[in-house]
T-cell receptor, first 114, second 114 residues
């Protein structure tokens, strides 16, 4: 019963490096999203997807790319990391349907950019 | 644009006393409101939600929330706090449309002392 799985849990990058944060869910959820959590600012939505092949921008999309080639996976790419991207990143998903349902969150990925 | 505010960064309560964590929102149309809890180094967990109906919503771990449309508030409450309730609490509002985004408040740190 894995739920939402994020890898890696911890990562240290140098400014300018690129990397991908992985997110996978095994609940057949259509909707997936990425948030970043910073002290005093709560969670801010980076990108989201309502299904395979469909992505859209959230509140703070600059510096991040996403793709959704399968229902299960929703990777977040940092093309050229900056210190301002030091944060804890959370992937979340919710099940399909017309009802208003809650998000399921991964355990988070802590990223430090030096 | 929708938004949610949690006016208190921290709430301190003695064990056994009632607790309230405040949340106000702004959204066009009928609001879909949520409370989540985050324990240290973990992802967020769903507590409860308001979609329609009774203004008093009951959720997990003995928590409840009161929806007040005239005051645009959705305060989280518990009649008798436990030390184990100490955590970070987030209020969130969802856009009232298919695929609507979930926007979070900045969070309130609840500390329950024995």
């Amino acid at each position: 019963n894995a739920g939402v799985t994020q890898t890696p849990k911890f990562q240290v990058l140098k400014t300018g490096q690129s990397m991908t944060l992985q997110c996978a869910q095994d609940m057949n959820h259509e909707y997936m999203s990425w948030y970043r959590q910073d002290p005093g600012m709560g969670l801010r939505l980076i990108h989201y997807s309502v299904g395979a092949g469909i992505t859209d921008q959230g509140e703070v999309p600059n510096g991040y790319n996403v793709s959704r080639s399968t229902t299960e996976d929703f990777p977040l790419r940092l093309l050229s990391a900056a210190p301002s991207q030091t944060s804890v990143y959370f992937c979340a998903s919710r099940r399909p349907g017309t009802g208003i349902v809650e998000l399921f969150f991964g355990e988070g990925s802590r990223l430090t950019v030096l | 644009a929708q938004s949610v505010a949690q006016p208190e960064d921290q709430v301190n309560v003695a064990e056994g006393n009632p607790l309230t964590v405040k949340c106000t929102y702004s959204v066009s149309g009928n609001p879909y409101l949520f409370w989540y809890v985050q324990y240290p180094n973990r992802g967020l967990q769903f507590l409860l939600k308001y979609i329609t109906g009774d203004n008093l919503v009951k959720g997990s771990y003995g928590f409840e929330a009161e929806f007040n449309k005239s005051q645009t508030s959705f305060h989280l409450k518990k009649p008798s706090a436990l030390v184990s309730d100490s955590a970070l609490y987030f209020c969130a509002v969802r856009e009232p449309k298919k695929g609507g985004k979930l926007i979070f408040g900045q969070g309130t740190e609840l500390s329950v002392k024995p």
